[in-house]
Every structure is written in structure tokens, then in C-alpha cells.
Nanobody, 117 residues
Framework: QVQVAESGGGLVQPGGSLRLSCAVS????????MIWYRQAPGNQRELVAG???????NYAGSVKGRFTISRDNAKNMVYLQMNSLLPEDTAVYYC???????????WGQGTQVTVSS
């Protein structure tokens, strides 16, 4: 059974930084496309950033240049470095593992990020 667990959320002032971590157990992430999503109250869940097993990345326009996604396949970990945070980045952030062949998705429980002074 694949399990996904996020950590690293919290309260930060505008302009600050946070680093989210995503730990995957039960399977190697080598065969998974790893994605960070977020969902703010009243909004739909949206893709923030994704990284393929080979390291290719893509970002939502709203976070490009401020957020960096990375993965460590040896440690089964994925990270989201968030800099220059804005109040509108406030949301629950979810890590998702999507199998590259079977397209099975595994979700974590989410971690709250609040950007406020």
C-alpha cells in the first residue's frame, strides 16, 4: 500500500519562505510523477508544481519563479521550496503520486500553509 505524507507547513509572514516535504512509503517513487496541489477555502484544488521521474518540472504561472519542486528518488522524497510567499499562497498543500503507466493516484492528508502578518 502506497502512503504519502506531507510535512513542513505553518504560519509565515508575507515575503517569507517555507519548505514542504513529501515522504512516500510502500513503493519506490521512480515510477511516479510527483505533484504538489493546493486548495484554498472556497476554491478548487489546483496544481502547483510537478516533477517527472527524470527531473523535468512544470509550474503554475502564479508560482513560477518563486517555488521550486525537487525530488530525491533514493530517499523517496519530494520537496517544494516556497519563497517570496504571498497571502494568496495560503492553502492546504497536498502531495500526489501518480503512476506513470497505470495512472493510479495516491494522496497525502495535506499540510496547512498560512501566509499572514
Amino acid at each position: 500500500q502506497v502512503q504519502v505524507a506531507e510535512s513542513g507547513g505553518g504560519l509565515v509572514q508575507p515575503g517569507g519562505s517555507l519548505r514542504l516535504s513529501c515522504a512516500v512509503s510502500g513503493s519506490t517513487i521512480n515510477n511516479y510523477y510527483m505533484i504538489w496541489y493546493r486548495q484554498a477555502p472556497g476554491n478548487q484544488r489546483e496544481l502547483v508544481a510537478g516533477v517527472t521521474s527524470s527531473g523535468s518540472t512544470n509550474y503554475a504561472g502564479s508560482v513560477k519563479g518563486r517555488f521550486t519542486i525537487s525530488r530525491d528518488n533514493a530517499k523517496n522524497m519530494v520537496y517544494l521550496q516556497m519563497n517570496s510567499l504571498l497571502p494568496e499562497d495560503t492553502a492546504v498543500y497536498y502531495c500526489n503520486a501518480e503512476h506513470t503507466i497505470y495512472l493510479t493516484k495516491y494522496w497525502g492528508q495535506g499540510t496547512q500553509v498560512t501566509v499572514s502578518s
